[in-house]
């Protein structure tokens, strides 16, 4: 079956890509657009460009597959000097999302993904099967294949231009602010919903962005760029948040650095303090007992159901009965899961206006309550920057299939 | 323009019903003999068939002359799309040969390529160039930058993305240029009768034909109808060539 085939290659197919002197200067200007860069982005890893405008972010990226000719210089990928390849062919083989999407108008969703399969003579029951696991890979209903661009919202156009450009199974990826023209709440599904299919496919990917926190969410790796493409820091993004090389990088980074580092952890890799949980029917005693103790760190009694998912909290007045009632007076405010970027907890708490959220696992059972304490106290600690992790290797939301079955 | 040339000598090719002076006998006076009447509808039946042939010669110049138009203009289109300086000296060659007014055309043709079809066909599809190579070039350059960039990045060669991206996106414009091509040259093809290429103008420009009005009307509603007929053709297949189009119309914004 050729997905399978497409699957094992895309296992040991990542390629790294090396920088050497690369150099541009675009028509007889005298200043470079980009001036002997080097930078060596492993195999399976996400490398973000990120910098002001101008830097020199989209010339460094176009040079990988020749869009932008070399002045000066080489690239290697997986040890292979672009130069010595056909431009068409080698762009190819390297997945291309250009920043304005750039799907082709007069074709359907399928025949877009199926660009690149046909130019290499795929034939047509091998591009149907690949198109149509595409279109699932990214998360689109298998409907919208017959329709044409104009028929999609922003974020779907995104997400066929992503597809297409893993329609081949292409071991380097090239993905210029793919996300750029959407709104916030898109924006952050399409990282996730990225990051969660890097997880699975590891491909080397060149991203560009100018936005510092995309930058820190994405990358394995970060290389903050100044004019003329200069690099002044080449690092994992908890590196550059605790140590920035420079002021430049410092400045760039941006003032927040101890808050960006949340967006480095998800809810689940903290400790989490624990409520008294408490069902329909129970015995009001026996939860006021367990307030009691002393290791229970929140003040108030979660109500749950049978399948221990969260209900609602239980005020003096709801516990002032015998028994537990069915439905809790105070209502459950921001749930979250264990799986959630703990930047966006936070969010999720302040604007919830709430001390204590109710974290929950990837069935919906409570796993344990965050509050805004832990937090602070995970920023002000020193230990915190070593439990940070890349965003590979970070825990990865559970994947779509088991997200369904919990919601059954 | 046409007016003036009514009263030409070459004009002289089309002639009134034989029954004009047969049937001139009394109160019986047949309508196509009273000045003042401006259709006849006694004459009309029964001279109908007079204007088939040359509707069909008509229909035959204009389709041949198009065709050749757009072959033309369709290649000196993508030759300027590819070596970008000659787009505007084609553009200039061309207006030149569509600001001549057909007749000067057709007169100064003659002494090379002398009269008949060829020479009708020539000045026509001379005529069309302009129109269609404007067209094409107005949707190849259409075409969004986007689309461009990512079919190259993609690996396409130049002569993919020409054939795969440009002109499929440019079809609307070029089959507009096509129809505008056609209904104009349409109406001036009825000039081909001066270069004795026959045509509905047989049946217009005939001197009697000052007086009597009938058969200038029954050509002109032929050459419209005939001018509506293909514009729909066209219309339609653009339509179906271009079923994006309809998509983006009836989209959800
Ligand atoms: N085709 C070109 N011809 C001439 N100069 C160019 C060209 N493309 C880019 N430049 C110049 O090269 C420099 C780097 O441009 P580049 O597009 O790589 O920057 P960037 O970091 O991607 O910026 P942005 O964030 O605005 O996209 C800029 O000064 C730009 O003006
Ligand atoms: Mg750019």
Redesign the interface.
Known sequence: MPAAEATKQSQGGASSVVYQGATKRYGHSSAPAVDHLDLEVEAGEICVLVGPSGCGKTTSMRMVNRMVELTEGDILIGGESVKKRDAARLRREIGYVIQQVGLFPHRTITQNIATVPQLLGWDKERVRARTAELLALVGLDPELGDRFPVQLSGGQQQRVGVARALAVDPPVMLMDEPFGAIDPINRERLQNEFLRLQAEIRKTVLFVTHDIDEAIKMGDRIAIMKQHGRVEQYATPSEILITPANEFVEDFVGSDRALKRLSLMRVGDISLWRAPNARPGQSTAEVRAELERPDVEVPYALLVDERERPQGWLTKRDLSGDTVPATADAPLGPVLETSDVMRDALADLLQGESMYAPVVDHNGRIAGILSIEIISEFLNSPVAATEEQSAVERPLAPDRASEIAADE | MNSGLLGMPLAAVGEVGEGFFKHRTGATLPCQARPAHLFCWDWATEHINRFGTPALQQFELVVISVLIGFAIAFILALIAHRFKPLQFPLLAGTGVLFAIPSIAFFMLLLPITGRGRETAIIALSAYTLQIIYRNVMQGLNNV????K?????????ER?ILWK?EL??AIPEIVGGIRIATVSTVAIATLAVFANAGGLGSQIYSSSNLVFPTAIIIAGAIAILMAFAIDLVLLTAQRFA???RR??S???P
Do not use: F, H, I, K
């Open positions: 969004p930058d986007s689309a960039d990512a079919a190259r990045g993609m690996g396409l060669t993919q991206v499929p996106l271009t079923p994006w998509a983006a009836e989209a959800v």
